[in-house]
């Protein structure tokens, strides 16, 4: 089963931010996506594939109709 995941979709990391958070906001969605910390807003830009891996789950889908 592959993993869903949308922009604005809040989701959890296997590894928690060292601020302590696990809860990343997807703020940019291509070939590579962009997701922001919850805690301390840093920002950090992965590749989609690597993304894929590191995610645990999606914690809040975003509503994108
Ligand atoms: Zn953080």
Known sequence: ???E???NDIVEMKKS???GTNSWKIIR???DIRIKCEGCAHS?????NEFAK???K???EADTE
Do not use: D, Q
Request: one cysteine or more.
């Open 5 to 7: 995941f949308g922009l």
């Open 54 to 56: 590191k995610m645990k």
């Open 17 to 19: 931010h060292p601020c």
């Open 58 to 60: 999606v914690i809040v």
């Open 44 to 48: 950090v830009m992965l590749p989609r």
């Open 29 to 31: 969605m291509g070939a």
């Open 1 to 3: 089963m592959t993993k």
